[in-house]
């Protein structure tokens, strides 16, 4: 709901924004397009040696969840408008 609110209120006050679909992301992060979480933070990872972003954020989990895996995809989002748009 919030991503809808911001998007109307960016084309209603005429700031152009663009749209990255999920797959876009993950196949220029990883190669695939349906790479799955576990997959992202692994590049994530190899990426970013010294940077356990898992363990300071659910360090009882070992699974990539939320929010390991939003600051992941932040991080490749952000990656992919640096370097392409």
């Known amino acids: 709901e919030n ?3 911001l998007k109307y209120n960016m084309w209603d006050n ?3 924004f663009d ?3 999920p797959t876009v992301i993950k196949k220029f992060a990883t190669g695939k397009g349906n790479a ?3 997959k992202m933070y692994e590049v994530f990872d190899e990426e970013n040696p010294g940077v356990d972003v898992r363990s300071w954020l659910t360090p009882r989990s070992n699974n990539v969840i939320s929010p390991v895996s939003d600051v992941v995809d932040a991080y490749f989002i952000a990656k992919y408008g640096l370097n392409t748009l």
């Open 36 to 38: 799955n979480k576990e």
């Open 19 to 21: 749209i990255i679909p």
């Open 14 to 16: 005429e700031i152009p």
């Open 3 to 5: 991503t809808g609110i």
